[in-house]
C-alpha cells in the first residue's frame, strides 16, 4: 500500500536510471534525442496521474507521506513542468559539451524530489525531498563547465544553498525538540500550547527562513539573480517554475497545517518580506538588460506576490496562490522557450539579440509578448486574474488587519513599475535602438508544441478562470486550517 502512493515519483527516479543506463548503448550523435524520450515518458506519467484516485486523503510511512488533493495537485504541475524543461534541454543540447543524457537524468531525478516535496507531511521527508532536488541542482546549475558564468553560478547557489540547508536543520531540531515530533499533523494538534513557546517559535522561523531561499523571497533573494544569469536556459527555467513551486507547496503545508496560530500573530512579518520583496525584484529589475537576469528579479517579485496570498491565511488565498503558480508555469516557460531558440546562436542572453524577432518569427515574437503581458498583470491573461485573486485575498482580512490594505498598495506600485521592464522586452522586440539581424529562425515542432501548449494555458487561465479555480479551490480545502 505504501508502495503504489509512490508510484509516480518511483517511475520518475526509474526513468532517470533508464537514461543513465540507455547513454552506455546510445551513439553520440542519437544521445540528444534522448531528451524527447525522456519528454514523452514524462508527460505519459503526467497523463498517468489522472487516473490516480486522490479524492481523499491516504497516509503512508507512519503518516510521513501524503496523498491527497493538494498533493496530486502539485505533482501534476511538476510533472508538466518536467515535461516542457526536457522539450527546451533537447533544444539546447548542441551547447553542453558533454555529458548530455546525465543532464536529462539529472532533471528526472530533481523532478521526483519535487513531487516528494508535495507529499511531504513530515519534517523529515521536507528535507530529505529539498535536498534531493537543491543537490541535483547544484550540478544542473554549474553543467556547463566550459562557461565560467555557469561554474561561478553553481558555487554561488551551492554556498547559499547549503547556509539555507544548515539553517532549516537548526530550526527542525529546535521544533522536534520542543513538540516531540516531526509530522505535522501531530505538531498542528499541539499548536495551541507551542505558541508561547520561544523555542518552537525559534525553530518555526528558521525553517521559514530556508524555505525563503527556495523561492527567492527576502531575505534570501540575492542568489537569483546571479544563478538565473550563469545557469544553462533549461536549468534557469527549471529553478523558476519547480524549485518555487517545491517551496510554496512546503509553505502552504506548514502556514496552513502545523501552526496557523503563529503565523495568524506573525502577520505583519509575512507582509514585510512581501512587500520588501515586491519592490526589491521590480525596482532591480528595471536596469536589466540581460533577459535572464531580469527573469531573476522578476521571480523575486513574484516571489513577494505569492506571499501575499500565503500570509492572509484564508481559503480564498491558498487558492489563488495554487492558480497564481499554474499561469506562472505556462507564462515564465513560454518566455524561456523562445529565449532558448531566439538566442541559440548567440553567447549572450541580452536584450539586443531580441531585435527585429517579430520579422524572425511571429510565432516566438508573439509568445514572448504574451509572457511579458502575462506577467505584468494585464488581461485577459491568466497574470491578471491570479494577481486579482491575491489581491483579493488580501484584501478580505484587510479589515482585520489594516497591513493588508498597505500591502496591496505595495503590491499594485509593483505592478505599475513591472510594466515598464516587461514592455522594455516587447520594444526591443518590435522597435529595436538598432538595425536587426532579419535572418528568419526555424522553429522545431517540439518548441512549437510547448508554446502552443503555454500559450493556450495562459488565454484558458485568463479568459475562463471559474474551471481551474474549482480545481485549486478543492486542492487548498485539504489544509487542516481550512477545513
Known amino acids: 500500500m505504501n508502495t503504489s502512493l509512490i508510484s509516480l515519483e518511483l517511475a520518475v527516479v526509474g526513468l532517470g536510471l533508464a537514461f543513465l543506463l540507455l547513454d552506455l548503448w546510445t ?3 542519437l544521445k540528444r534525442q534522448l531528451g524527447h524520450a525522456a519528454a514523452v515518458c514524462t508527460a505519459l506519467l503526467f497523463v498517468f496521474s489522472f487516473f490516480v484516485d486522490a479524492s481523499y486523503v491516504r497516509e503512508a510511512f507512519a503518516s510521513a507521506y501524503v496523498m491527497d488533493p493538494l498533493a496530486i495537485y502539485f505533482k501534476r504541475f511538476f510533472l508538466l513542468a518536467g515535461t516542457i524543461v526536457l522539450v527546451l534541454q533537447v533544444q539546447y543540447a548542441d551547447r553542453i559539451k558533454s555529458g548530455i543524457s546525465e543532464y536529462y537524468s539529472l532533471t528526472l531525478f530533481a523532478l521526483a524530489g519535487m513531487m516528494f516535496t508535495a507529499s511531504a507531511m513530515n519534517f523529515a521527508v521536507m528535507f530529505a525531498s529539498l535536498e534531493l532536488v537543491t543537490i541535483t541542482l547544484y550540478v544542473l546549475t554549474s553543467f ?3 562557461r565560467l558564468e555557469s561554474l561561478e553560478a553553481g558555487v554561488k547557489y551551492l554556498i547559499m544553498g547549503g547556509l539555507a540547508s544548515a539553517l532549516m536543520v537548526f530550526g527542525i531540531a529546535f521544533v522536534y525538540g520542543s513538540a516531540g515530533s516531526f509530522v505535522f499533523i501531530d505538531i498542528y494538534e499541539k499548536s495551541s500550547t507551542l505558541i508561547g513557546n520561544s523555542v518552537f517559535l525559534i525553530g518555526l522561523l528558521l525553517v521559514l527562513v530556508g524555505l525563503a531561499f527556495k523561492i527567492a523571497a527576502f531575505p534570501y533573494q540575492i542568489w537569483a539573480p546571479d544563478v538565473y544569469q550563469g545557469s544553462p536556459a ?10 518555487k513551486a517545491a517551496g510554496i507547496v512546503l509553505l502552504l503545508r506548514i502556514i496552513y497545517g502545523v501552526a496557523p496560530g503563529v503565523m495568524h500573530q506573525w502577520a505583519p512579518v509575512l507582509i514585510a518580506i512581501s512587500a520588501i520583496s515586491i519592490l526589491y525584484g521590480n525596482l532591480c529589475a528595471i536596469a536589466q538588460t540581460s533577459l535572464k537576469r531580469l527573469f531573476g528579479y522578476s521571480s523575486i517579485a513574484h516571489a513577494g506576490y505569492l506571499l501575499l496570498g500565503l500570509a492572509a491565511l484564508n481559503a480564498t488565498g491558498a487558492s489563488a496562490v ?10 515564465v516557460l513560454a518566455g524561456f522557450a523562445v529565449l532558448v531558440v531566439a538566442l541559440q546562436q548567440l553567447d549572450s542572453d541580452d536584450l539586443s539579440g531580441l531585435a527585429g524577432l517579430n520579422e524572425r518569427s511571429p510565432l516566438l515574437a508573439t509568445a514572448m509578448t504574451m509572457s511579458m503581458v502575462s506577467l505584468a498583470g494585464i488581461p485577459p491573461l491568466a497574470g491578471f486574474f491570479g494577481k486579482f485573486l491575491l489581491f483579493k485575498a488580501a484584501l478580505e482580512e484587510g479589515a482585520m488587519q489594516p497591513a493588508f490594505y498597505w500591502l496591496v498598495a505595495v503590491a499594485i506600485v509593483g505592478v505599475v513599475i513591472s510594466i515598464w521592464y516587461y514592455f522594455n522586452v516587447i520594444r526591443a522586440i518590435y522597435w529595436p535602438r538598432q538595425k536587426a539581424d532579419l535572418t528568419p529562425i526555424t522553429v522545431p515542432l517540439p518548441i512549437k508544441a510547448t508554446l502552443a501548449l503555454c500559450m493556450a494555458g495562459m488565454l484558458f487561465l485568463g479568459i475562463f478562470p471559474s474551471i481551474p479555480l474549482e480545481l485549486t479551490s478543492r486542492a487548498a480545502a485539504v489544509l487542516p486550517w481550512l477545513h
Not at 323 to 329: K, R
Open 234 to 243: 533549461p536549468t534557469t527555467a527549471l529553478l523558476a517554475v519547480g524549485s
Open 144 to 146: 556547463q563547465r566550459n
Open 322 to 331: 495554487l492558480y497564481y503558480l499554474t499561469g506562472y508555469l505556462f507564462t
Open 27 to 29: 551513439p553520440a550523435e
